[in-house]
């Protein structure tokens, strides 16, 4: 059902750091949302869920905070999972309905070479 992998997409979102040993993003969502829409059990949902997060990493406390101020310096720092998820689910929270506002300003802020040209 709908209400499960919505339950196991934030369960993942929660534990789990976005990329693997590899330095990949995991494919856990994408693996999930496919099984849901091709018509797997819940059961079956389920019982894949807990074998795709066997290989996916707990999150592991960052060395510092990511702020507005910071946000730039750490990037691609595997040791900063953590921080970078907290400061963007901070962010989409303060930002109410202009959180595309808000993330477009991000990417473009106003920096000589802005994050989406970088």
Same mark, same amino acid.
């Given at each position: 059902?709908?209400?499960?992998? =919505?339950?196991?997409? +934030? =369960? $993942?979102? /929660?534990?789990?750091?976005? @990329? =693997? #040993?590899? *330095?990949?993003? +995991?494919? +856990? /969502? #994408? #693996?999930? %949302?496919?099984?849901?829409?091709?018509? %797997? $059990?819940?059961?079956?949902?389920?019982?894949?869920?807990?074998?795709?997060?066997?290989?996916? /990493?707990?999150?592991?406390? $960052?060395? #510092?905070e990511i702020t507005s101020a910071n946000w730039?310096?750490?990037? *691609?720092?595997? !040791?900063?999972?953590? /921080?970078? !998820?907290?400061?963007? =689910?901070?962010?989409? +929270?303060? $930002?109410?309905?202009?959180?595309?506002?808000?993330?477009?300003?991000? @990417?473009?802020?106003?920096?000589p070479e802005p994050l989406i040209n970088s």
């Amino acid at each position: 059902s709908r209400i499960l992998l =919505d339950k196991l997409l +934030t =369960d $993942s979102y /929660a534990r789990y750091q976005v @990329l =693997d #040993h590899r *330095g990949f993003h +995991t494919h +856990t /969502a #994408h #693996h999930l %949302a496919s099984l849901h829409c091709l018509g %797997a $059990s819940d059961e079956r949902l389920e019982q894949l869920g807990k074998i795709m997060c066997k290989e996916n /990493a707990p999150y592991e406390p $960052s060395p #510092h905070e990511i702020t507005s101020a910071n946000w730039r310096q750490s990037l *691609g720092d595997e !040791r900063f999972c953590k /921080a970078y !998820r907290d400061f963007f =689910d901070q962010q989409l +929270t303060t $930002s109410g309905d202009k959180w595309c506002e808000k993330f477009l300003e991000l @990417l473009n802020d106003h920096k000589p070479e802005p994050l989406i040209n970088s």
